[in-house]
Each structure stands twice: as structure tokens, then as C-alpha cells.
């Protein structure tokens, strides 16, 4: 490894992408225009469900049958009383029944907790009152448009510009010279890696100057799950890249790959609620855990103990798809 | 300085090189020659260490091609690229420091003509400047082999001759160099030695113009085929190669075949006669055109 050369390739790789300008303002711009939409959109904080938690199993649970047959409800079965308590106080969920113990958890700030409890009178449950602020829609999604911004950049600035080096003889060129494989592929990782990290904290910056969202949590763990995540869907883009020679078969390709990863990591809507299968098929896509961790570190202020699972799988998902990108990774 | 035994490269079933051997000394103009199609530009990509041979040897300085390949070669592709929106100043630095040993920047700009568009973008130069920072992009760790491959194709004459004096400048530095053309005055004017490849293998090898004078002791006549009438018949000094409307006459007495056609009452006003040319002795050994 020489880093005379790796510096070499990444300067011109940096000055490629910093003179694109139509592609480095549409990367700056895109993902703040698609908050300040949500945030219009979703400025009542207005859901078109009321969403209840079930916790527990009961016999007696037919008391609150009729409850339970009310039209334009959610109702979502779960397993954590804590966790679920947590949401109710954030108004992510709009109540809370405790079917074993007839009782029930509602957000007395909370207007449609407020419609529900009212639906709820006459089985006389007991009340639990917490009276945590509202969570909008817009600091749910935020951590996720940012992901999904790296993601996008991370595979066709990496899988994409590859594919193009290879076809348009750029790749030929670089090869007849004493640059390595390694030492090229580097610098594509850490160039992409240095743009996402600096054009993710200006869009982070602009964002919250037009939006003022939510984090209560460490700027440099977010920090570390933004490298870690990029790092990862970057890997991604080199394995895409390892061998095709045609630019549209890897565009097809990409697609393939960041479409379902958009929707379903859980950038616009939780996965709560959904299929079994949907959820497990989240958990194999590195966006998912790279969101995740950064929602509950802005949101609910977790620490490094609480998203060390997300990290690590994230760190895995680079270590195996860097080996086999760069393993396969053929010149021509 | 490089030698290569018996190189195969094999595609689905189809041998673009089949069996070609050959040496290039140190100091040489070495050419391959070829129509489309004649397994010379793969023949090059092999020796330049970018495909690798179905089967086959090569060495570079005895030893197989390796790191010390890569930094003492220098290599102008045919089709390349280079990566977008930099100038032509930041090539040529990103590629110096890709090598141990290299020549000054300022030398290149000089000896490849490139000080009137040095911080141009790379997209906006024309084919010769862009052929002109390729070859000096070559040049740059001060190569002991350079490969030119085609490197005037699809130049304006003008271009073309300038990519020639540029060539034989590095010629003078006593440079090996081997060249890939299908234009066979390039490599009459450039080359010491030359093979011409057909169907992947060597049809002819050695100096170019002792294999004309090997082949050929005639001349060409040319004439128009409609100032030739229907029944016309050479002499006995010439052959007929009727082509193109023209008719060529491989004669080994002019002055005979001159005088033969006068006294037919043929019109000499558009007679043309010139020496034997590597097209011709191309024709000769393959019964086909070159340029076809």
C-alpha cells in the first residue's frame, strides 16, 4: 500500500465529485426539500389512524370486546410494557391497554388519547397517566431521509462511477500503472465516505435551521453510526461494482437493491405492525440498523450500550461485502 | 527487452491470437500490423500485461511482467478514458504520483505540445490534444517500453504527422517502442521492425523495407479501368490487379509496359506508377485488402 498513490486517487476522485455540480447540489438539496415537505405535511401532527398498543393475553379480555371492534383503530399487539409505556409518553402510539390488568396508559396531552379514553368509559379501567411531549412525524423521519440520502450516495457514487470507470477505459488506464487494486479501491471508499460524512452534516445543519427537530442524544455516537452506516451501504456499491461492465445493467441493479432498502428499512413508516417476514427482511439490509440507531439516539436519547447490536451488524455487513467486492473486483 | 512465445488468447471458441511468437529488442521501433479484426490490439493488451494469455509466455527484461513491468511502461491505449471534470495539469500530477521515477511536468508540456491547453478541463480537448496529453500521461515515469496503440486513429492528417514527430522525438531518447497501426505508411515511416498479424497469427516479420524489396522487384502502374478497353491483356513483364475502378499493373520493366501500352493507343493523361507499398505486399500474402 503506498499512500502517495491512494492520496493521488483520492484527490481526483474528491475533485470529480466536488466540480459535478448538478450531482453535488442535487445530493445537498434533495433531502432537504423532502423534510421541509414532511414538515409541512405532517405539521398538525395529524395521523389518518388512532393506534392502540395490546399488551398482554386475557381471558378477561372480552370485557373490552366491543372496544376492540372500533373502526379506523390500529390495534398492534406487543410484547415490552416499558418500551411501549416510552411510546405513549412521545405520542408514538395514541394509548395503551393492559388487558391482564384492566388498566390502560394515555397521554393526557394528548388529543386523540384524549377521543380514545373517552371510547374507553365504560369498562372502567384503570387510568395511567403520562404527560410526555409530542414526538412529530418529522423527527421520526428525519434519521431516515438521512439515511436514505447516504444510501443513494453510497451505491451509485460507488457501484455507479465504477461501472463508468470500467467501461469507459478509465479502469484500463489506472491498471497499467503501478496503482493496486487495493490502494484504488480505497480511495473511492474513503473519498465517498469523506463527501456523505460532509454533505450529511451541511444537510443535517440546513435541515434543523428550517425544522427544528428532536436529538437528545450524543452528537458523536450519531457521528459513529453515520460513518458505520455509510461504510456499510458503501460496501454495498463496491460489490455491485466488482464486476459488471455495463452501466445500465448496474443501474438496474442498484435500483433493485435501494428501492426495497428504502422502503422497507423504516425510513417513511414503522415497521411495527407488519408481517413476520417483512420485519426479518429489514434486519438483512443495512439501512434498517443504521436508522434505527440513529432514531433512538436523536429521539430517546440511547447511548452506545443501547445501539451496540445496530453497530456491530453494521460493521459485519462492510466486513463482508468489502472482502468479497474486493476479492471478486476485476479491472475489466 | 520483451519476448513472447508462442501467445494464445481464446474467446468462446474464437482465437483471436493463435500461436505468435517474436522478440523486441532494446532500442527498436517494433510495429504490428494488422486489418481490424487481426489480433493485434490483443496481441498488445497481453504484452502490455492488461489481458491475460489463454497460453504463452512473456518476459519483460527475462522475467515474467510484474511491478517492475509497470514502472519502467509506459502505454497509450487505443480507447481510454480519464476521469471527469479535472484539468490536464491535475492528470498529469495524479499520475506522477503514481511512479518512483518520473520526468518533470514541464518537459512533458514541452515535448507533447500541451502548454496552450494545460488547465483545460479533460472533456473539452479535441482528439489530437487529447492524443497529446494520453501519449505524455505515457511518458511520464520516463518509460524504457513505450506502447502506442493506434495511435493516430481518427486524427486529421495534420495531427497525425504531429503525433509522428512527437514519436520519433522519443525514438531519438533511444526509447524501445512498439506501435499498433493499421496504416501502413505509419509504420513505413516509424518502424524498424515490423510483424503483420491476419487471423491472430504472423503472417510476415522483419524490416519494413527489406520485406518489400524481398517480395516485390516490380513497380505499380495504375490506370483508370474505363480508359482500358474490355479486351485488354498485359504484357510479359506485368501481372493485372483490376480494384476499385482502377486497374494496377505489377510490372518488373516500366519503361516496357509503358511503351506496351502507348503502342495499344491506351491514354496515359491519368497513368500513375509508384514503388510497391506494405498495402500491396498486405495483398500479396492475404489475397485481401487491408482496410477492409
Known amino acids: ?332 | 527487452m520483451i519476448e513472447a512465445e508462442n501467445l494464445c488468447k481464446y474467446y468462446a471458441g474464437v482465437k483471436a491470437v493463435d500461436g505468435v511468437s517474436f522478440a523486441i529488442p532494446r532500442g527498436v521501433c517494433f510495429g504490428l500490423l494488422g486489418p481490424n479484426g487481426a489480433g493485434k490490439t490483443t496481441t498488445v493488451e497481453m504484452l502490455e500485461g492488461i489481458k491475460t494469455p489463454s497460453s504463452g509466455i512473456i518476459r519483460y527484461k527475462g522475467e515474467p511482467l510484474g511491478q517492475r513491468f509497470r514502472n519502467e511502461a509506459g502505454i497509450m491505449f487505443q480507447h481510454t478514458a480519464l476521469q471527469e471534470f479535472i484539468r490536464v495539469d491535475e492528470v498529469l500530477k495524479m499520475f506522477q504520483q503514481f511512479y518512483s521515477h518520473t520526468r518533470p511536468i514541464e518537459e512533458l508540456v514541452e515535448v507533447c505540445a500541451l502548454e496552450e491547453f494545460l488547465t483545460r478541463d479533460t472533456r473539452k480537448l479535441s482528439g489530437g490534444q487529447k492524443q497529446r496529453l494520453l501519449l505524455a500521461i505515457a511518458l511520464i515515469n520516463d518509460p524504457q517500453v513505450v506502447f502506442l496503440d493506434e495511435p493516430t486513429t481518427g486524427l486529421d492528417p495534420q495531427s497525425r504527422r504531429n503525433l509522428w514527430h512527437q514519436v520519433r522525438r522519443i525514438k531519438a531518447e533511444n526509447k524501445t517502442l512498439v506501435l499498433t497501426t493499421h496504416y501502413m505508411e505509419e509504420a513505413f515511416e516509424l518502424c524498424d521492425e515490423i510483424i503483420i498479424m491476419d487471423h491472430g497469427v504472423i503472417i510476415a516479420q522483419g524490416n519494413p523495407k527489406e520485406l518489400l524489396a524481398n517480395h516485390f522487384d516490380n513497380s505499380v502502374i495504375t490506370l483508370p479501368l474505363s480508359a482500358l478497353p474490355a479486351d485488354f491483356r498485359a504484357d510479359e513483364a506485368s501481372t493485372l490487379h483490376p480494384q476499385d475502378g482502377q486497374m494496377e499493373i505489377l510490372s518488373r520493366d516500366v519503361d516496357a509496359t509503358i511503351h506496351y501500352l502507348a503502342a495499344q493507343h491506351i491514354p496515359l493523361k491519368q497513368l500513375q506508377v509508384r514503388s510497391p507499398t506494405l498495402e500491396d505486399l498486405f495483398l500479396e500474402l492475404t489475397g485481401h485488402h487491408l482496410r477492409t
Request: hydrophobic residues 50%.
Open chain 1, 1 to 332: 500500500m503506498s499512500i502517495r498513490r491512494f492520496l493521488a486517487a483520492l484527490q481526483a476522485r474528491n475533485l470529480e465529485f466536488l466540480r459535478d455540480r448538478t450531482a453535488l447540489g442535487w445530493n445537498l438539496i434533495m433531502p432537504v426539500l423532502i423534510v421541509m415537505g414532511f414538515a409541512f405535511a405532517f405539521s398538525t401532527g395529524q395521523e389518518e389512524l388512532y393506534k392502540v398498543g395490546l399488551y398482554g393475553q386475557s381471558d378477561q379480555d372480552l370485557a373490552v370486546h366491543d372496544f376492540l371492534q372500533t373502526r379506523y383503530v390500529d390495534f398492534i399487539p406487543v410484547d415490552e410494557l416499558e418500551r411501549m409505556i416510552e411510546k405513549v409518553d412521545r405520542h408514538q402510539i395514541d394509548l395503551l391497554l393492559d388487558l391482564k390488568n384492566n388498566r390502560y396508559w394515555v397521554n393526557s396531552t394528548s388529543p386523540k388519547g384524549y377521543l380514545l379514553e373517552q371510547l374507553l368509559t365504560p369498562y372502567q379501567l384503570k387510568r395511567e397517566a403520562v404527560s410526555g411531549s409530542e414526538i412529530r412525524y418529522v423527527d421520526w423521519v428525519i434519521p431516515g431521509v438521512l439515511g436514505m440520502n447516504i444510501m443513494f450516495s453510497a451505491l451509485f457514487g460507488v457501484g455507479y462511477v465504477i461501472v463508468r470507470y470500467r467501461k469507459n477505459g478509465v479502469l484500463k488506464r489506472l491498471r497499467a500503472t503501478p496503482l493496486s487494486a487495493f490502494e484504488f479501491l480505497s480511495a473511492q471508499i474513503a473519498s465517498r465516505l469523506l463527501m456523505i460524512v460532509a454533505v450529511t452534516v451541511l444537510v443535517y445543519a440546513g435541515t434543523n435551521l428550517v425544522v427544528d427537530f428532536r436529538m437528545i442524544g450524543s452528537y458523536w455516537l450519531l457521528f459513529l453510526i453515520l460513518v458505520l452506516g455509510a461504510l456499510s451501504m458503501i460496501s454495498v456499491g463496491l460489490l455491485v461494482a466488482a464486476r459488471i461492465t455495463s452501466e445500465e445493467a448496474a443501474n438496474g441493479l442498484l435500483n433493485l437493491i435501494s428501492w426495497p432498502m428504502m422502503l422497507l428499512s423504516g425510513v417513511w413508516f414503522s415497521l411495527e405492525g407488519s408481517h413476520p417476514l417483512v420485519q426479518n427482511l429489514a434486519l438483512a439490509l443495512p439501512l434498517t440498523h443504521m436508522v434505527d440507531a440513529a432514531r433512538v439516539v436523536m429521539i430517546e436519547g440511547a447511548g452506545l450500550a443501547d445501539v451496540t447490536d445496530q453497530l456491530f451488524t453494521l460493521f459485519l455487513f462492510t466486513l463482508c461485502f468489502v472482502s468479497i467486492g474486493s476479492k471478486t473486483f476485476r479491472w475489466e
